[in-house]
């Protein structure tokens, strides 16, 4: 996630904000997307397929239910199931290996890929769901290999290509990510969250316009996309567009009243705006959504020394500077015990 600054007093603090679903960090919000290509679509260019045996098929069946309700043990057993009745049942290894993902458990889903990947080497899903498993697990460059192939396989594979946009976004080929999301947009224009990354990727680099327009797009295919308005709102920030931002994160909080980030976001244009207490407010639902944010400490810090509380920004500052310390980030760790400091003999 990028790390801007704003002016307070005459130092600058730092602040965090969202890049689309990418966790580029994230928190995109990226962040990888299981998106379910029609396997009967898929497979009808696939040479090879044997049909399983009745027992195995049910099964097999059931499992995927299980899947869709959440019951990932039941999941996890019929598939298993499946495997023992037909051991080469390639989209039950599939099946499971999904199910893994979800649990979290990544390497035992890799695995099950590989064995599906075995027994049907030219399915272009099996090489996609591997993909986002290895990049769960911090295989980038696998992750990578294996979207190209499902892209070999199968060209026109929207979510193999957005995949493989997050993944080379997140090893810094920014310019190879906004391909990759251009070419997912390209084979499904209705791709919303591929806008989204797409304009993150963008005002990255700075081109806040592009970065808008993308927003634009996908708020035009889902209104109710909170995240689509909040990431608006951050470019409407860094062009200086104040009020049009505080817009932006006002739809976003009302869509989804929970969006920490949106809260602290928020906060930044109402003290550029010299809405101290707006931006206090703002910070401290951010903090109580989520706790573990230093830069609202540290931002809310920044508003309440400006209005004189002193003792209030010390607290603050110092809890940033504890929270700073435990995530491992001493830059900003060391900045915020400066400014400690620097308010105490002030």
């Given amino acids: 996630m990028m790390r801007h600054r704003y002016s307070a007093r005459k130092q600058t603090s730092p602040r965090k904000t969202l890049i689309a679903s990418i966790q580029l960090i994230l928190a995109i919000a990226i962040s990888f997307s299981i998106i379910p290509q029609s396997q009967a679509q898929v497979r009808s260019s696939v040479a090879r397929w044997t049909a399983p045996p009745k027992r195995a098929a049910e099964l097999h069946t059931s499992g995927f239910d299980k899947l869709q309700q959440g019951d990932y043990q039941g999941a996890i057993a019929d598939f298993t199931q499946a495997i023992k009745i037909k051991p080469d049942y390639s989209s039950a290894y599939n099946g499971r290996g999904t199910v893994r993902v979800r649990l979290g458990d990544t390497k035992s889903a890799i695995a099950d890929f590989t064995q599906a990947i075995k027994f049907e080497s030219d399915f272009p899903p099996n090489y996609h769901d591997r993909g986002i498993a290895r990049a769960l697990s911090g295989d980038k460059q696998g992750a990578i290999a294996d979207f190209t192939e499902a892209i070999k396989l199968l060209p026109q594979y929207p979510s193999a290509y957005f995949n493989r946009g997050i993944a080379r976004s997140e090893l810094g080929d920014n310019q190879g990510a906004i391909a990759d999301f251009t070419e997912a947009?390209?084979?499904?224009?209705?791709?919303?969250?591929?806008?989204?990354?797409?304009?993150?990727?963008?005002?990255?680099?700075?081109?806040?316009?592009?970065?808008?327009?993308?927003?634009?797009?996908?708020?035009?295919?889902?209104?109710?996309?909170?995240?689509?308005?909040?990431?608006?709102g951050n470019s409407f920030t860094d062009l200086g567009e104040y009020q049009r931002a505080i817009t932006d994160f006002n739809q976003a909080i009302k869509l989804q009243p929970d969006h920490a980030q949106a809260y602290f976001n928020r906060g930044i244009p109402r003290a550029l705006l010299r809405d101290k207490q707006g931006a206090i407010a703002d910070f401290t639902e951010?903090?109580?959504?989520?706790?573990?944010?230093?830069?609202?400490?540290?931002?809310?810090?920044?508003?309440?020394?400006?209005?004189?509380?002193?003792?209030?920004?010390?607290?603050?500052?110092?809890?940033?500077?504890?929270i700073f310390q435990r995530q491992g980030k001493m830059k900003d760790y060391r900045n915020a015990v400066d400014t400690i400091q620097k308010l105490m003999r002030s």
Avoid at 220 to 226: N, R, T
Avoid at 295 to 322: C, M, P, T, V, W
């Fill in 185 to 232: 947009i390209k084979i499904d224009s209705t791709f919303a969250i591929a806008y989204v990354n797409r304009g993150g990727i963008r005002r990255q680099l700075g081109d806040q316009r592009g970065a808008i327009e993308d927003y634009n797009q996908a708020i035009k295919l889902q209104p109710d996309y909170a995240l689509a308005f909040n990431n608006r």
């Fill in 286 to 322: 951010a903090i109580r959504l989520n706790p573990d944010n230093a830069y609202a400490y540290f931002n809310r810090g920044e508003s309440r020394s400006e209005l004189g509380d002193k003792q209030g920004a010390i607290a603050d500052f110092q809890k940033a500077a504890n």
